[in-house]
């Protein structure tokens, strides 16, 4: 069962989100995110819980 919804989906860029994180996918490979308690941040810091559990959804 998903628990996340597509927003867009382009020829290059996909944009998902669930109900606390989004993320931007550029050819499935995840290059922006935000969530609702820290806003934009880097994805090479995935200490925020809410972009990592989404992108556990995303990708598993």
Do not use: Q, W
């Amino acid at each position: 069962m998903e628990d996340y919804r597509k927003i867009f989906e382009g020829l290059a860029y996909t944009i998902i989100e669930d109900d606390e994180a989004s993320i931007v996918l550029l050819e499935g490979k995840p290059i922006a995110a935000s969530c609702i308690e820290h806003g934009n941040h880097d994805l090479l810091d995935l200490n925020c819980p809410h972009v990592e559990k989404l992108l556990k959804k995303v990708f598993s």
